[in-house]
C-alpha cells in the first residue's frame, strides 16, 4: 500500500492509494501512528502465513516419501497377487511372506506418519518441550508386530 505525505498550508496532506486527506498536523500524527500499527500487523500476519506455508510443504513432502516408500515395497511383493509363487498350499511360509508384506508397509507408513507429525509438532511446539518420551506418550499410532505372520490363525 502506497502512502505518500506532503505538507500544506494548513498542515499534511496525506495519500493512501486514490484517497486523498488533508490534515492538521495533529490529526496527521494519529492516523500515522494507527497506520504504523496496522501495517506493522499485516507484516506479521504475512510472515505467518509464510511460516505455515513452508511447514505445510515439508509436511507433504515427508508423507509423499513415505506412501512412495510403500508403494515401493509393496510392488516388491506383486508376486502374491499372481498366486502362491514358489511355495505349496499347505506351506506356512507363505502367510510368513504375506505377514512380512503388511508389516513392511505397516512399519514404513507409520515412521513416515511419525516423521510427519515431529515436524508439525516442532513448528507449533517450542523446541524444548518436544522429548522422545512426550512424542511416544502423545503417539496414537500402534506399535507394528514383529510376530505378524505367526499370529494368523491356522485353518
Same mark, same amino acid.
Given at each position: 500500500?502506497? #502512502?505518500? =505525505?506532503? %505538507?500544506? /498550508?494548513?498542515?499534511?496532506? #496525506?495519500?493512501?492509494?486514490?484517497?486523498? =486527506?488533508?490534515?492538521?498536523?495533529?490529526?496527521?500524527? &494519529?492516523?500515522?501512528?494507527?497506520?504504523?500499527?496496522?501495517?506493522?500487523?499485516?507484516?506479521?500476519?504475512?510472515?505467518? #502465513?509464510?511460516? =505455515?506455508?513452508?511447514? #505445510? /510443504?515439508?509436511?507433504?513432502?515427508? =508423507? &509423499?516419501?513415505?506412501?512412495?516408500?510403500?508403494?515401493?515395497? &509393496?510392488?516388491?511383493?506383486?508376486?502374491?497377487?499372481?498366486?502362491?509363487?514358489?511355495?505349496?498350499?499347505?506351506?506356512?511360509?507363505?502367510?510368513?511372506?504375506?505377514?512380512?508384506?503388511?508389516?513392511?508397509?505397516?512399519?514404513?507408513?507409520? %515412521?513416515?506418519?511419525?516423521?510427519?507429525?515431529?515436524?508439525?509438532?516442532?513448528?507449533?511446539?517450542?523446541?524444548?518441550?518436544?522429548?522422545? /518420551?512426550?512424542?511416544?506418550?502423545?503417539?496414537?499410532?500402534?506399535?507394528?508386530?514383529?510376530?505378524?505372520?505367526?499370529?494368523?490363525?491356522?485353518?
Amino acid at each position: 500500500m502506497g #502512502i505518500e =505525505l506532503r %505538507k500544506i /498550508e494548513e498542515g499534511v496532506e #496525506i495519500k493512501i492509494g486514490i484517497v486523498r =486527506l488533508q490534515l492538521s498536523m495533529a490529526e496527521a500524527a &494519529a492516523v500515522m501512528t494507527v497506520l504504523r500499527v496496522e501495517l506493522g500487523r499485516e507484516a506479521e500476519q504475512n510472515d505467518e #502465513i509464510r511460516r =505455515l506455508k513452508e511447514i #505445510i /510443504e515439508r509436511d507433504r513432502t515427508g =508423507l &509423499a516419501h513415505g506412501l512412495d516408500q510403500c508403494r515401493k515395497t &509393496a510392488a516388491s511383493y506383486d508376486w502374491i497377487c499372481e498366486g502362491r509363487g514358489p511355495y505349496e498350499y499347505d506351506d506356512d511360509r507363505y502367510r510368513m511372506e504375506v505377514g512380512n508384506l503388511v508389516s513392511s508397509v505397516t512399519d514404513t507408513a507409520t %515412521k513416515a506418519l511419525r516423521e510427519s507429525g515431529t515436524r508439525v509438532d516442532e513448528a507449533f511446539i517450542p523446541r524444548a518441550r518436544l522429548t522422545s /518420551e512426550a512424542l511416544e506418550e502423545a503417539d496414537p499410532l500402534p506399535k507394528p508386530n514383529p510376530n505378524y505372520a505367526t499370529q494368523i490363525p491356522q485353518g
